[in-house]
C-alpha cells in the first residue's frame, strides 16, 4: 500500500489555480510535519509549502502570497491551493510527511505543467 497518495496536478494555462491533495493512508501517525516539495528538470528539490503540528507554515519566497497550505484531519489529506499559477510552477509535485524521529515519507509526485 502506498502511504501517501498524491492528486490534481494536471495542465493549466498561466494565471489559473489548481488545487493538489494528498493522502496519507497512515493517518498521519507519528508526524511532525507535512507538505509539499517540487523538482523541475534539471534543478534540485525544493520546499514549496510545509505545515507542522503547531500549525505553523513555511513557505518558499516565491510562492508566498499564491499557495496555501491546509489539513484535513478527518480526512488525513493535506492540501496545497495554488492561485495564478505560472510557467515558473511547472514541476513535479511531491507530498512529504515528516516523521518525529527524522524520516521522511515521500509521495510518487503528480505533475503540475503551467502553458498556454
Known amino acids: 500500500q502506498v502511504p501517501l497518495v498524491e492528486s490534481g496536478g494536471g495542465l493549466v494555462q498561466p494565471g489559473r489555480d489548481l488545487r493538489l491533495s494528498c493522502v496519507d493512508s497512515?493517518?498521519?501517525?507519528?508526524?511532525?510535519?507535512m507538505g509539499w516539495y517540487r523538482q523541475a528538470p534539471g534543478t534540485q528539490r525544493e520546499l514549496v509549502a510545509q505545515?507542522?503540528?503547531?500549525?505553523?507554515?513555511k513557505y518558499a519566497d516565491s510562492v508566498k502570497g499564491r499557495f496555501t497550505i491546509s489539513r484535513d484531519n478527518a480526512q488525513n489529506t493535506v492540501y496545497l491551493q495554488m492561485n495564478r499559477l505560472g510557467p515558473e510552477d511547472t514541476a513535479l509535485y511531491y507530498c512529504?510527511?515528516?516523521?518525529?524521529?527524522?524520516?521522511?515519507?515521500w509521495g510518487q509526485g503528480t505533475q503540475v505543467t503551467v502553458s498556454s
Open positions: 512529504h510527511v515528516l516523521l518525529g524521529h527524522g524520516s521522511v515519507i
Open positions: 505545515l507542522w503540528n503547531d500549525n505553523s507554515t
Open positions: 497512515g493517518g498521519f501517525l507519528g508526524a511532525i510535519a
